[in-house]
């Protein structure tokens, strides 16, 4: 037998983390120190000595090494890049695909077929073909080829993956965390989400492709990083690729690099170092540059609604910039409260009918939404319309005659919008929420853009339109749209600096930053004052993942009145193999503390559960082993080896010397040195212990004897269960989820009637 690949087998083997649970970021950090120093120390037993030929062989596989991560983030970027470049593609054709078709090529969409004409106009465009000349015949082309589509993503996301549903965003968050979800970054996942995302945009729902492309970059970051034994065996490198892959996604969905990295730092990633940011920063820039080298709308630009402002703003605008603020801010909040209530009411009574409703939603959209010329067509070609200047040669949107008609038409959208999307949002397919949520807040924006110019153009010397330049126009609609967007993306999100930068990366415009700061920070305030957090930390708790917030809390406890008392736990001598297996099937813990044998519960260390499992199947492979085997759980003293922290040398013989014919000794995978605090700390240092550092389990002891110890579900559960300081609210009250309950049995009841009726019909 091979002892040595044996035990690199066996370290491999406990090093993986079951699904569903959290990884322990301070042992993934003892085993990666261990790798340096076995890579150290058999470089050194080679001879790599300076008047050595091995010794340039050294250097460069140290140059290799060291450029690994960056040539994997490279390779991330660049297939992130050429992913988000065919979504982009293919969701283009669908979405025109529900309008008409090309003559010159089924496969063009209508830009591409109208490539060569000013706009794309299909009235001078004789390759692109209307499905009907009738209204009525086209609408239902439309609203069917809606509901196919929804169908096929959702059925598709039904039977292949159904982690492929949803943004993803809420659940990147906790593996970045170390919630460990197996099967959610994997290639299935990957591969499903990317065919059916454009699906799904183009079905016309309410959803946005942003949130989803994260989730696909960090798949693709994921696969690839796999790819390579020094990630595939590290949990922290790991982490470190999927955050690079987070900010790439982000900065293919809006263009934005820079915008991407501090989206990973504000949004995704608690612990973010200076390497972290950098690499994130290249891999952003990678897929950023292979998307414009790919070029899919043929602009020239990234996004499709990405504009270029050369007017400047007046400081009399603040006032009606406020007001945008604060819509950003109520927007956040209505519709995280509403869709939360959707939500309960879609695990209570619609889980089983996911496909169902992902159709049912398409064609209400789609009928809803067909006769609304900003409902109608795709979001972000919505949003390239809205955010235009008026240069007078551009379509009816600046035409003053028709302005209050696109007004009414600007605030029904915005309604209809803000409904579908607490609708839709969470449904059993691929959705995101960024891009419809700055839709609405590009109607409604540039809704008070025109009231504002219609001020102006009806009182132009009076009041503060007196500043203005009357050679210049004063007021321009498309910046109020933008503002208004920037408002609901960090109304929902709950996100400031990274909006702002995004922005400006859309426009280029310095002269706008000012503006988008203040519209952003009233949001910012209007959020605070309602209490709300970001739609993805709502998702979370919904799920009751275990995931801890950035921000402090102060609650006036100690970890006494949160920790586990009665406890699973080993004694450091006198228990047999037969005592083991019975506590392993008594208990579905992830670890067991060791105490002392004198009574006194003074703790020794910690062994997690699949360590010990992993080495019990090991020793009966080595020696005979029967229940009455004893084990042990002490040092010999001999400087041992805390778990996982053994060196080369001590792997080849581990096991035979542990198997002594005294019994088992344990001590080699006891860690010795577990994090360990005081009853009387604060909760808060734990909770900053727990975000910092990363471990599993703290073990809490006073003066030496164990206690008790703290997860961070015992302290979410805690936070769950004590902190209840508001009055009861309207969700407390019934809510939606409510009204909706009403609604369900109100439908239920009637159907029920319709087939009695229908049974005593068939019956005479």
Known sequence: MNTNALADEELEQIKRYQDFTTIDWIQDSILERNRRLQDAKRNSAAGYGPRTASWFFAQARRAIHAGQSWFVVSLVGVCIGLNAAIISI?????????????????????????????????????????????????GFVYTAFAGTFAFVAAHLVRSLAKYAAGSGISEIKCILAGFTMQGFLGFTTFFVKSITLPLVIASGLSVGKEGPSVHVACCIGYFVATMFKRFAQSEGKMREVVTAASAAGVAVAFGSPIGGVLFSIEEMSHAFSIRTMWRSFFCALMATVTLAAMNPFRTGKLVLFQVTYDRDWHFFEIIFFVILGIFGGLYGALVIKFNLQVATFRRKYLAKHGVAEAVFLALITALIGYPNRFLRIDMTESMAVLFRECDGDVDNICETATQWRIANSLILATVIRIILVILSYGAKVPAGIFVPSMAIGATFGRTVGIIVRAMYRTYPQSGIFAWCDPNVPCITPGTYAFLGAAAALSG????????????????????????????????????????????????????????????????????????????????????????????????????????STDGFRTLIGYIGRTELLFVLERFRKVREVNDETPCSFKSSGAGGHQHLGMDEDANANVFESASSSEGLQFWPWVNQTPMTVSPQLPLEIVMQLFKRMGPRVILVEDHGMLTGLVTVKDVLTFIATEKFDHDPSFEERGGLDGLLEELWRLTTGVTEQIRNWGRRFRGR
């Open 492 to 595: 929902i999100m709950r996100i400031t600096v990274t909006v702002v930068v995004i922005m400006f990366e859309l426009t280029g415009a310095l002269t706008y930053i000012l503006p988008t700061m203040i519209v952003l920070l009233v949001t910012k305030a209007v959020g605070d004052m309602l209490g709300v957090n970001g739609i993805a930390d709502e998702m979370i708790r919904f799920n009751g993942f275990p995931f801890l917030e950035k921000e402090d809390h102060a609650f006036g406890v100690d970890v006494s009145a949160v920790m586990k008392h009665e406890l699973h736990v080993l004694t450091e001598t006198g228990m047999m193999v037969q005592d083991i297996e019975r506590v392993l099937a008594a208990t579905d813990v992830k670890g067991f503390p060791i105490v």
């Open 90 to 138: 293919v969701t283009e054709w669908l979405s025109d695909l529900k309008m008409g078709y090309c003559s010159d090529g089924w496969w063009l969409d209508q830009n591409f077929c109208c490539w060569e004409i000013e706009g794309g106009d299909t009235d001078v465009c004789d390759s692109w073909h209307p499905w009907s000349t009738v209204s009525t015949a086209r």
